[in-house]
Nanobody
């Protein structure tokens, strides 16, 4: 499975961005998908995940209520809608794919910069 993330950019606090992660490969439609992020000088952290069916999702407390993860299995793409962005959301965002909580596949990062 290959993952390609895009959609990052520079915004002002309070604005929105939508990240996309397109997948290719035979198993891409049946893998759970997730977003992680890594801020400068910090460890990578979990942001959100969605099951391969799209029926189950989970969020970190820091983004709950502001971010929404969704997926379109027709084109093997996962989205992260980020609303009310905060300065502390600034990070390199990575998409991941896997099963059972083990993230085997990783895309390249897409940079999100939020200015206050």
């Amino acid at each position: 499975v290959q993952l390609q993330a895009c959609g990052g950019g520079s915004v002002v606090a309070g604005e929105s961005l939508r990240l996309s992660c397109a997948a290719s490969g035979r198993a891409s439609a049946t893998t759970d998908r997730a977003w992680f992020r890594q801020a400068p000088g910090k460890e990578r952290e979990f942001v959100a995940r969605v099951s391969w069916t799209g029926f189950s999702s989970k969020y970190s407390d820091s983004v709950k209520g502001r971010f929404t993860i969704s997926r379109d299995n027709a084109d093997n793409t996962v989205y992260l809608q980020m609303n009310n962005l905060k300065f502390e959301d600034t990070a390199l965002y990575y998409c991941a794919g896997g099963r059972g909580g083990e993230w085997t596949y990783w895309g390249q990062g897409t940079l999100v910069t939020v200015s206050s």
